[in-house]
Each structure stands twice: as structure tokens, then as C-alpha cells.
């Protein structure tokens, strides 16, 4: 395989362009199917197009940027990751993927290379999940694990829908999700946890991506006066929310299991200094690497917040708003990820990925894994993320060489290869997430 590298400068210089569109009061919010995530939209279909890739987006806003090169009837390998992000994020969070992915697609052009099927490039809607649930949204419905219709009526947390709003914003396309299908998908992400710059390692090969338990508490207790209530007569919801906080810590603190908790959103109601809250409305993430763990703990939960609601005499529901088991990535791309970066002379160890990520959902439908850089201090979700320069283009020329030897691969490679080499993997059915479906309580 010749050696061939992305520009890195064009890739650094695209970064900071995007990551400084949606930016309001001098804070990246580019939440999904906004004006901002219009913007961005509209600037990575522009350097698609000056790429000479054709443009297809679809129903539920996927984008796609595909190099009509080699077989047309050959299954293309796809690269992706998103560009919506989080409140007040960094510029790295998907959009490296993306923009790393465009530069491989250039490098492999402008070195004549032939690839032997077409490669593509995506940048999936909603993956951080903070506008409309699930996370992974877009993806989702590309691999068929959420119905287009259901997810174009995904309610967002200010009251609008998906469907409305990626038709408002001119990205509800023509296609029909999951159109293409690809012959193996792989993304380039920052590690957004802090292994890799703790072990000053450039590259992480990631062989697994844990479960994710999505899900919204509403606690109903009884407004009252601050003042005249004595204490033991209240039925206070803010008070029971915030044990809920305060359980989760404890138990996860007191174990030795890698189970995370985060309540990231809280309101009360009526929400006022001298009156007791009647209602708080909170979220939970729980994530767990093993799906048997997961379990064990959204069962504890669930018994937690029985207790919680007569111990406080107040109620208590419970909405599921994502579910998803622990996946295997595909281990002849983790092995091709790794020996790819020690072509490079980069030193690599495997990881599970504690985030969620687009290829989680990819892997339902074909071989996906995915490439760690590091994050600085490991900081992400903060416009505090950063990853070096040296490590962006490091990754970015892994990247581009494992797509190069995956486009040259012809149809029948992954069928003989899975056979002769990989009996043993499971690839992991995730849950489907369900907008009615919560804790049982
Ligand atoms: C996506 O960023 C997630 O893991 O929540
Ligand atoms: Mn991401
Ligand atoms: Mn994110």
C-alpha cells in the first residue's frame, strides 16, 4: 500500500471554520436541526461538493457525501460521525470525524488512488440526543432500528419535532434511510475520556462501546408555603429528586464496577424561593460496559424509587428515553486499525468507549469500529475540549489508511473473512429505545 497522507492544515483550518458556526455569545451551541446546525450543515455540503462528492441527504437529515468511484454496484465503505452538538460544546465532539473522513477522501483523490468500490461520507443527525431522544437518532434509523415516521415525531425539549424542524431548515431529504448500505463503516473521534493522554498514547483501537440506559423522572409531591410548613409534613418533590441524586453517587462511588450516573437536567415547578417544589422533572444516564450490570442497576433503581415515593409520600414515573446494549466492534478492523497505526510507527492500546457514538448503531448493519485520539485532560462536552494537533493528523492518516484497504476489499472479503476468522464474535442487538417504556416502578 502506497503511503499516502490527509492535508493537515485544510483539516485544522475546516475545524475551527465549523467550530465557530452556530456560535452565539461566543458559546457552540449546534443543537440538532437548528438554524446553527443549518449553518454547519450548509458548510460541510459546500466542501462535499468541492470534493466532487454527490450530495444525498435523507429523510430524517442524514447526510451523505459519496465518491462515486469504483464498482457502482459494489457496497460502499462509509465513514462518519455527526455535527450537531451539545450546550456550549467544544469543536471537536463528531465534527472531527466528519472533517477527518472529507480529508481521506481528498488524500486518496488527489493521489490517483483507484478504490475498488465507492466511499462515502456521513454526518448523521441528532447524535447527542440533547434536542430530540434518542441519542444517536439518525443513525439509529439508518441501521432500521427506529422507524422514520417515529422518529420524525420525536418531540425536542423545546416542544418542537424533528420532522417539523429538519423541514423548516430545508434538510428533510428525499432519500429513504438506510438507502446505502455499507460495506463497513468506520469513525475517527476524540477519545473524550482522559486514558489516552494519561498514557500519552496517540491512538486508541476501540474493540467495545458500553450499554446506555436513558431516562426521564417525574416526581409529583405538593406545593406548599416555604415558611409554614414544618418539615416532617412537607411533600416536597425537589427534596426526593434530589435523593435520587444523591443515591446514585453513593452506590456507583461505593462499587468497583465502571457503572456511571449523571442527572444532567433538573426543574422544578412551580420553581420558586418560598414555595416547595410540587413537581421535579429530571433526567438519568446510567452507562455500564457489561449488559448484565446495566440491568442489575436499573433494577435497583427501579426499587430505589419505590421506596423513594412512599418514604417521601409522593409520586413518582419513570420514561424511557434510550436504551442500548453494550457492542463488539468488528474485531478484523480493530486488528487493521492497530496494525495500520504501527505502519505509522503510532503506538495504540484498546479501549472501550465510554460515549456513545454513530458506529454503535452502524454495527448493527455491518462490520464498524472506531479510532480514539486524545482529548486533553480528558475534557469533552466543555468548549474546554482540545486535542493536539499532531495527534488530529495522526489520526486522520490511520483513518485514511485502513479506508484505503477496506475500499480495495472485494464484496465477498467480509462473508470469508467472518467465517474463517471470527466465529466467535457476537455483535450486539441493542434495545430498541421506546418513548413509553420507563423503569418499572
Ligand atoms: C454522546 O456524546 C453521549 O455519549 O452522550
Ligand atoms: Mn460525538
Ligand atoms: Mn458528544
Redesign the pocket.
Given at each position: 500500500m502506497p503511503s499516502f497522507a490527509i492535508d493537515a492544515s485544510r483539516l485544522l483550518a475546516r475545524l475551527h471554520r465549523l467550530g465557530d458556526t452556530g456560535r452565539t455569545d461566543g458559546a457552540l451551541t449546534r443543537l440538532a436541526a437548528s438554524d446553527a446546525d443549518r449553518a454547519g450543515r450548509d458548510l460541510v455540503c459546500g466542501w462535499m461538493r468541492e470534493a466532487g462528492l454527490g450530495v444525498e441527504i435523507d429523510r430524517v437529515g442524514n447526510l451523505f457525501g459519496i465518491w462515486h468511484a469504483g464498482d457502482p454496484a459494489a457496497d460502499p465503505v462509509l465513514i462518519g460521525?455527526?455535527i450537531d452538538t451539545v450546550i456550549n460544546a467544544g469543536i471537536y465532539?463528531?465534527c472531527y470525524g466528519v472533517l477527518a473522513g472529507l480529508s481521506v477522501i481528498e488524500a486518496l483523490q488527489e493521489a490517483g488512488f483507484t478504490p475498488a468500490r465507492p466511499i462515502a461520507l456521513a454526518a448523521f443527525t441528532n447524535?447527542e440526543g440533547v434536542r430530540y431522544a434518542p441519542d444517536m437518532l439518525g443513525s439509529l434509523v439508518h441501521a432500521g432500528g427506529l422507524a422514520v415516521e417515529a422518529a420524525l415525531a420525536a418531540i425536542g425539549t423545546d416542544g418542537t419535532t424533528l420532522g417539523g424542524e429538519l423541514a423548516r431548515i430545508g434538510y428533510a431529504g428525499p432519500r429513504t434511510p438506510g438507502f446505502l448500505r455499507p460495506h463497513a463503516y468506520v469513525e475517527l473521534?476524540i477519545e473524550q475520556g482522559p486514558v489516552l493522554d494519561a498514557e500519552r498514547l496517540p491512538l486508541g483501537a476501540v474493540e467495545t462501546l458500553q450499554g446506555i440506559s436513558w431516562h426521564r423522572i417525574t416526581i409529583d409531591g405538593i406545593a406548599n408555603h416555604a415558611g409554614t410548613t414544618p418539615m416532617a409534613m412537607r411533600r416536597d418533590a425537589g427534596h426526593a429528586a434530589a435523593r435520587v441524586v444523591t443515591y446514585l453517587r453513593d452506590r456507583l462511588a461505593g462499587s468497583n464496577a465502571p457503572t456511571v450516573a449523571t442527572v444532567g437536567c433538573m426543574v422544578f415547578e412551580p420553581n420558586a424561593i418560598n414555595v416547595i417544589p410540587a413537581r421535579a422533572t429530571f433526567t438519568i444516564d446510567l452507562r455500564d460496559p457489561d449488559e448484565t450490570r446495566l440491568q442489575t442497576e436499573e433494577a435497583a433503581l427501579a426499587d430505589f424509587l419505590v421506596t423513594l415515593a412512599a418514604a417521601e409520600r409522593v409520586s413518582i414515573a419513570s420514561e424511557r428515553l434510550a436504551r442500548f446494549e453494550p457492542v463488539i466492534f468488528d474485531p478484523a478492523i480493530v486488528a487493521a486499525i492497530e496494525h495500520a497505526a504501527a505502519q505509522r510507527g503510532l503506538r495504540t492500546r484498546r479501549m472501550t468507549s465510554g460515549?456513545g457514538?454513530d458506529a454503535q448503531m452502524m454495527a448493527r448493519i455491518c462490520p464498524a469500529a472506531m479510532i480514539f485520539v486524545p482529548s486533553i485532560d480528558g475534557i469533552s462536552h466543555n468548549p474546554r475540549e482540545h486535542t493536539a494537533a499532531s495527534d488530529l493528523e495522526a489520526g486522520a492518516n490511520v483513518l485514511l489508511d485502513v479506508i484505503a484497504t477496506l475500499a480495495l476489499e472485494p464484496d465477498d472479503f467480509w462473508w470469508n473473512h467472518q467465517k474463517s476468522e471470527s466465529g466467535d464474535q457476537t455483535k450486539s442487538e441493542s434495545g430498541m429505545p421506546s418513548q413509553s417504556e420507563g423503569i418499572p416502578l
Open positions: 460521525s455527526h465532539d463528531g447524535e473521534h460515549a457514538h
